[in-house]
């Protein structure tokens, strides 16, 4: 197993709080890696300390051997982690086909600096047509390309955002709360989405959910979250068995469906 | 071809203040194309949602760059007035990666302070600065061997370095850093997901926004012979907003139409100063409340209706 995402130790304070504690798991290339938990968990906070938008405290992270403890969600971007967003996040005025060029456009132009590097080595942009339609197809909004993304139904929105993501070539999608707000047909599309992430494409992933049905159908291991803790770590089946797991987090009573 | 017919009708109007060769509206001319500059280089800054004092600083800084360069070093003035601008870029260079950590109201209050504190330099600092007392004696420029001296001179250097920072701005805004620049103004948490170093862009913009300033205020020097600080205190960025605000910020067409109708505004009331302060409320009133997106907009959006 060739270890992916690593943490070690990661804990993240706010305050006196302690929102993440001595967090430690490691993802494997080609996963699909689930993150559970109840409201207030520390999902959140977690996700956000991967994708760099909050520094960790205390511990150690990488990816795939480099080291990104500290980095800040643009460089995290441009080291091959891509992300989305829980609630729909797209430049609502432009196009379909803009926020899938805008997806590529940045990491390569992301400071002055590289814009002139590219100015001066005369490289053809990192999004051409072709991977715009490519991507476009591949996320099924092929025939949406002109429409304003803010005109797109929610689910479209979050699809869109994948989309984005996808533009970015990353080794790993950190996906936070897919199907929130998705009707059932959309959560059915969004999970068949994410298994294609990994079998077609070989993008590790790392997603955070609500959804019990869809987390234990698409993902090879899940980590349950409790309190800034982790309780538990492994296959579907095994979470489902593992008794700590069904009091702490589900009520002694609960039977997954 | 429709830029070209563009083109030419700014050329045409452009060269009416040359045939009256009036030098009262020659010297009109001349601020308009100054202001436009200053304009130009906060209408960048406001694309990125950042409302800044320091451009109207930057301008002086340029300003009085150039003059003490070119009369205490002995620069060529094409030497100094290049050295404005590359000053004060260098300044927002230094300052830009503290300063645009911050935004809102909170980066319009630091720039008011820098701004303060570069004019309190200019006044209190005498024997570099002349204080409130001026600096007087600025020589004329001379580019290329050739020496300005007349009115026209400055008014056609003015309207050339006008018309360069509105093409550079309107280029900069067509091509992919326009893109970069919206994506700051609209979703910064977005761009920033999908690799943007949102700082850096900032302070690229703040840096490149410094420079046309310093470009404008070592004209302004140079044109003038003479400087005093309240050339470039807190009054002369609120001209600049409200150029930006009248004209309109959707297109860098805005802040031009902006220092076109406003700077001689003055000269047009002059005759009843007392109800000039007055005039300049009313017109912003009017603006604020029925023509929010400015004239560029509005007829924009007249467009859109009759089309």
Redesign the interface.
């Given at each position: 197993m060739t270890a992916g995402l690593t943490l070690a130790g990661v804990s993240r304070n706010f305050g006196g709080l302690r929102a993440v504690s001595d967090m430690s798991f490691e993802t494997a290339r080609g996963e699909i890696f689930g993150v559970i938990g109840p409201n207030g968990a520390g999902k959140t906070t977690l996700f956000n300390v991967i994708?760099g938008v909050h520094p960790a405290s205390d511990g150690r992270i990488s990816f795939y051997g480099k080291e990104i403890t500290g980095s800040?969600?643009?460089?995290v971007?441009?080291l091959g982690i891509?992300?989305t967003?829980q609630a729909t996040?797209?430049?609502k005025?432009e196009s379909v086909s803009e926020n899938l060029r805008?997806?590529a456009?940045?990491?390569?132009?992301?400071?002055?600096?590289a814009?002139l590097r590219r100015c001066f080595a005369g490289r053809a942009?990192a999004a051409t047509r072709p991977d715009i339609d490519e991507i476009a197809a591949f996320i099924g909004l092929a025939d949406q390309m002109g429409k304003p993304a803010g005109s797109l139904a929610y689910g479209l929105q979050k699809i869109l955002g994948v989309g984005?993501?996808l533009?970015?070539r990353p080794r790993l999608m950190l996906m936070d709360e897919p199907a929130a707000g998705l009707n059932p047909t959309e959560k059915t599309v969004m999970a068949a989405l994410i298994a294609r992430l990994r079998d077609e494409r070989g993008i590790d992933v790392l997603v955070v959910e609500h959804d019990m049905k869809l987390i234990m159908s698409i993902c090879d291991r899940i980590l349950v979250v409790r309190q800034g803790c982790r309780i538990a770590l492994g296959t579907p089946e095994a979470i489902q068995a593992d008794q700590a797991v069904i009091e702490a987090y589900l009520g002694a009573d609960y039977e997954f469906a | 071809m429709k830029t070209l017919a563009w083109a030419i009708a700014a050329l045409v109007l452009a060269t009416v203040p040359l045939i009256f060769g009036d030098r009262y509206i020659l010297h009109i001319g001349t601020m308009v194309g100054i202001m436009t500059t200053v304009a130009l280089s906060l209408h960048l800054m406001m694309r990125i949602g950042q409302l800044s004092f320091a451009q109207v600083a930057f301008m002086g800084i340029g300003a009085y760059a150039s003059a003490l360069l070119t009369m205490r070093l002995g620069f060529p003035t094409a030497l100094s007035f290049l050295c404005a601008g590359l000053l004060a870029a260098l300044l927002a260079l230094l300052i830009g990666p503290l300063f645009l950590r911050i935004k809102g109201v909170y980066f319009v209050l630091l720039t008011f302070a820098f701004s303060q504190i570069v004019n309190l330099v200019f006044q209190d600092w005498t024997s570099l600065f002349g204080g409130n007392n001026g600096l007087f004696g600025i020589p004329k420029m001379a580019l290329f061997g050739y020496r300005l001296t007349a009115a026209s001179h400055y008014y056609c250097l003015a309207a050339v370095l006008a018309a360069v920072t509105y093409l550079t701005v309107r280029a900069i805004r067509r091509s992919?850093?326009g893109?970069?620049l919206s994506?700051l103004d609209?979703?910064e948490?977005?761009?920033?997901?999908?690799?943007?170093?949102?700082l850096?862009?900032r302070?690229?913009i703040f840096t490149v926004t410094a420079f046309f300033a310093g470009l404008a205020g070592s004209v302004y020097a140079h044109y003038l012979g003479f400087l005093s600080p309240p050339a470039f205190s807190f009054w002369t960025s609120v001209d600049a907003i409200v150029m930006n605000v009248i004209g309109g910020m959707a297109t860098p067409l805005g802040p031009v139409i902006g220092a076109i109708l406003l700077v001689p505004l003055p000269e047009l009331l002059r005759d009843a100063k007392q109800f000039q302060l007055l005039a300049y409320a009313a017109i912003l009133i009017v603006f604020l409340l029925f023509f929010r997106d400015g004239i560029v907009g509005y007829l924009a959006k007249r467009q859109r209706a009759t089309s």
């Open positions: 994708a800040r969600s643009d460089r971007s441009r891509a992300r967003f996040n797209v430049f005025e805008r997806g456009l940045f990491g390569e132009i992301h400071s002055p600096l814009f942009p984005m993501a533009m970015q | 992919d850093i893109t970069v994506a609209e979703n948490a977005l761009g920033r997901s999908l690799g943007l170093d949102a850096s862009w302070v690229g």
